[in-house]
């Protein structure tokens, strides 16, 4: 073949896929309008059905049978934003043994298994909503999923399902989880609460591993479950600084005259991460006995410690912000500089920095 | 007289060169149409997590790490107040704003104080990159998550710089002072950080904002411009975006984060020293030097490219002001590759050195010389008969056509995937755009970009002014 004639093959090749590309592109399109228009049609009958339930004779049957009329990824997204703004939880419960046996719905569980992710993600949002003791095996597994998509979504079937084992693995587990993956376990901890605390309890021991022991403290702070911040506090002076940190934190969430005398003494902590932490944590117990030691603190010569020991007189009330102002005249350069910083703030910018 | 013999062999010589140049946009052109086939598996794999209402919902949780946002400024004392008000109110729990004032000429410093009760604080964090001198430190009364600094002229990557110093929060986000962010972006742009691998850098998908409807600092309305050197970039965009930069997800990472929108890890931005003051295209030449530190330093940190945050910018609407912005990109684009010249095809480098650098040297960088001799060759070798006419006709519309090809195939892709533009009319004006593009506006950006070089080797380290109409409330055309 000469030049000539594979560039008129390439030519021609180009025009019908050019052809066809633009052809598809009305063709989808239209379909997308009409498919769209029909959806819609079937979303107001579902609507219709879900008020007849909800608001009307309580019956639920008419809106099972609307749901089984939508494509199955259609429902699930309506049952899904239903679950999580509309339905109260005994609601909620009688949903989910309605639509459990559905055809869509099971076709939508069969889905864990499935090579494409997209089909596991869409299991693990359905055991969210219909999940149960039988399918432990199951979430436990898309918890574990390599796509954390999936176990991000798995997670919300958790409570569901665990149980006082599942949940001792979950926290053994949690400190090696992704930071989004843990913080979303630790919150839905927090439907377990009676049963967690016992299982974390175990764990918070001084020959733990310290990696361990900091995720396990956070979430002990997290839940502010008080046995388990005891425990926790009891662990201030252990050698690893991050847990003394991990500790300090989690005692600002545990308003407790113990709390404070245990935060005094870690401001003065070799490591000024363990003394920031301490010194923030006074100021979300948010009692006027932390303004004297926090008076102190400011003077730390960490512009962290300084900042947060600011910060933290700043939340104390009139009373804090009074020492503060005190602050500003201090002869100590750096202590007047980080008083004026702080104290030029705002009520509402100050609950900002506060708050984060 | 000239021999018959010289002719025959000019004739040839003609015939082989163009041969050649044929070759390079066929072998050009295909590694595009591969790119393209590479970035389907991807586009599909963020449209699946982006589409997932219930996960966005989990995503938007305090579980996401806490952000700067650097806003460099100069000059912007029109839409400022607007532009901190919508980077204050994007949809993320643990932001702060850091707008650096490049000492600006007018009253961009005062109607800030004005506006968000400014108070001057001491300038109370490390300087961790050595910038021009900073006149003063200020914090806002009404929100805690504003520092403004104002500083002495020092240009574009001198403002990021003070602001990456001034920074509290492991990662940051560098945003053109006029670019239009829309408000769940950072939450989108945050979610590699999130759900992935260790990531050293995301960049997030640019969109023309000509013609659309503009209210508050958000665009509310998407629209494709009716005017052809807007409507032809959009398709342009759309082309780099959703499928170019998309495929370099696969093929070893993007060589471009976009300095209009574009969040790095701070740490990793620090030890390389930040932005390189002097560079006219600062964000590629960031990119590239944190490729060759990762790479250097045996980090396994990715740097992606994901296509549903979006921002919005306005793009030149003037021949003379594209010009300036294509010469300018262009003559970056040859720093930049001549700087890091040691990483070519140098295996330490792995698919940057190998495939990435190559790809933006021969591809890029050489494209227009070689676009623009195949085009002189054709016509030359047509006029003394040393190709004939079908070939030289052929030619041109293959080469034309290719690139045709590859706008339309961009257009299907937006249309099947994010499909911003929701309007018919929308659509067939993206499908027009697709056509004329490769009709006059790729060619008149082949010549830009050739003034590059000639610029780049007299030394010329100018931007060249940048006039914009602004997108004060702006009502669609």
Redesign the interface.
């Known amino acids: 073949m000469n030049p000539t004639a594979i560039l008129g093959v390439a030519a021609i090749a180009q025009a019908v896929f050019l052809a066809g590309l633009i052809a598809f592109l009305l063709f989808r399109r239209r379909r997308t309008v009409v498919r769209s228009e029909r959806l819609a049609v079937l979303l107001v009958e579902s609507q219709v059905a879900l008020k007849g339930w909800i608001a009307g004779d309580g019956v639920i049957e008419p809106f099972i049978r609307s749901l089984r009329e939508l494509p199955a990824e259609s429902a699930l997204d309506l049952a899904s934003q239903l679950a999580a703004s509309v339905l109260t939880s005994d609601a909620r419960e009688a949903f989910a043994s309605a639509v459990r046996d559905e055809p869509w719905m099971r076709d939508i569980l069969g889905r864990a298994t499935s090579r494409a992710w997209w089909h596991r993600r869409e299991a693990a949002r359905a055991l969210a909503l219909v999940g149960g003791p039988a399918d432990r095996i199951v979430v436990e597994r898309l918890l574990g999923d390599g796509q954390p998509a999936v176990a991000v979504l798995a997670i919300s079937a958790f409570p569901r399902v665990a149980d006082a084992q599942m949940i001792g693995r979950a926290l053994d587990r949690l400190p090696n989880l992704p930071s989004v993956i843990r913080k979303f376990l630790i919150a839905s901890f927090q439907q377990l609460r009676t049963a967690v605390e016992p299982e974390l309890m175990l764990r918070l021991t001084p020959d733990a591993e310290p990696y361990a022991l900091r995720r396990w403290i956070e979430l002990a702070g997290a839940l502010r479950l008080n046995g388990a911040l005891d425990a926790a506090a009891a662990l201030d002076s252990h050698h690893d600084p991050r847990v003394r940190r991990a500790v300090a934190r989690a005692l600002g969430r545990r308003p407790h005259p113990d709390s404070l005398a245990a935060l005094r003494a870690l401001c003065g902590d070799p490591d000024p991460g363990v003394r920031a932490a301490a010194a923030r944590a006074m100021g979300q117990l948010g009692s006027v006995v932390a303004l004297a030691p926090l008076s102190r603190v400011v003077h730390d010569p960490s512009w962290n410690v300084r900042y947060e020991a600011c910060l933290a007189l700043g939340s104390l009330g009139e009373r804090g912000r009074a020492a503060l102002g005190q602050l500003r005249a201090d002869p100590d350069r750096y202590v007047a500089d980080m008083a004026r910083l702080i104290s030029g703030l705002g009520d509402g910018a100050l609950l900002e920095l506060v708050a984060e | 007289m000239i021999p018959a013999e010289w002719i025959q062999v000019v004739r040839e010589g003609l015939a082989t060169a163009d041969?050649i140049a044929?070759l390079y946009f066929?072998a050009l052109n295909s590694f595009y149409a591969f790119l393209l086939i590479v970035s389907i598996p991807e586009l599909w794999r963020h449209w699946?997590?982006s589409e997932?209402?219930?996960?966005q919902?989990?995503?938007a949780?305090?579980?996401?790490?806490?952000v700067s946002i650097l806003v460099p400024a100069y000059n912007e004392e029109v839409t400022i107040a607007a532009s901190v008000l919508s980077f204050l109110s994007l949809k993320y729990p643990?932001l702060e704003v850091i707008l650096v004032n490049d000492g600006s000429r007018d009253r961009t410093v005062e109607v800030l104080i004005k506006e968000f009760?400014l108070?001057q604080?001491?300038p109370?964090?490390?300087r961790t990159i050595a910038t021009k001198p900073v006149r003063a430190v200020y914090?806002?009364?009404?929100?805690?998550?504003l520092i403004v600094i104002d500083k002495d002229n020092g240009g574009k990557a001198d403002s990021l710089n003070a602001a990456l110093s001034a920074a509290r929060h492991p990662f940051v986000l560098a945003v053109d002072a006029d670019t239009l962010i829309e408000s769940d972006a950072l939450l989108r742009l945050a979610r590699p950080f999130?759900?992935?691998k260790h990531v050293a850098a995301v960049g997030g998908t640019i969109r023309v904002a000509n013609s659309c409807r503009v209210e508050m600092g958000r665009v509310v309305d998407a629209r494709v411009s009716s005017q052809w050197l807007a409507g032809c970039q959009v398709v342009e965009y759309l082309r780099a975006f959703l499928f170019g930069r998309l495929a370099w997800n696969r093929l070893g990472g993007n060589l471009v984060i976009s300095g209009a929108f574009g969040l790095f890890r701070r740490k990793y931005m620090v030890d390389i020293g930040g932005y390189l003051t002097g560079n006219v295209t600062e964000d590629m030449d960031l990119a590239v030097r944190l490729h060759r530190y990762l790479k250097e330093r045996n980090i396994n940190a990715q740097m992606p490219f994901i296509p549903d945050p979006v921002a919005w910018t306005e793009v030149p609407s003037s021949v003379a002001v594209l010009g300036r912005q294509r010469e300018r990109w262009h003559r970056g684009l040859i720093g930049t590759m001549i700087s890091h010249r040691r990483m070519l095809l140098n295996p330490r480098y792995g698919a940057t050195g190998m495939i990435a650098m190559p790809y933006f040297v021969f591809g890029e960088l050489l494209a227009p010389v070689v676009e623009v001799t195949g085009y002189f060759l054709t016509i030359v070798g047509f006029l003394i008969g040393a190709i004939?006419w079908?070939?030289g006709l052929?030619?041109l519309?293959?080469a034309v056509?290719?690139g045709?090809?590859l706008s339309?195939?961009a257009?299907?892709l937006e249309?099947?995937s994010f499909r911003k533009y929701r309007r018919?009319s929308d659509?067939l004006r993206l499908?027009a755009f697709a056509f004329i593009e490769g009709l006059g506006f790729r060619q008149m950006t082949v010549w830009f970009r050739l003034q590059a070089f000639w610029k780049y080797f007299r030394g010329v380290e100018s931007w060249g002014a940048m006039t914009r109409q602004g997108f004060a409330n702006k009502k669609p055309e």
């Open positions: 041969r044929l066929l699946q997590v997932d209402e219930v996960l919902r989990l995503l949780s305090d579980a996401l790490p806490p643990r009760d108070y604080v001491p109370a964090y490390p914090r806002s009364r009404m929100h805690s998550r999130v759900l992935g004939s079908q070939f052929l030619f519309s293959v056509g290719y045709t090809l339309v195939w257009v299907v249309e099947v018919r659509t499908l």
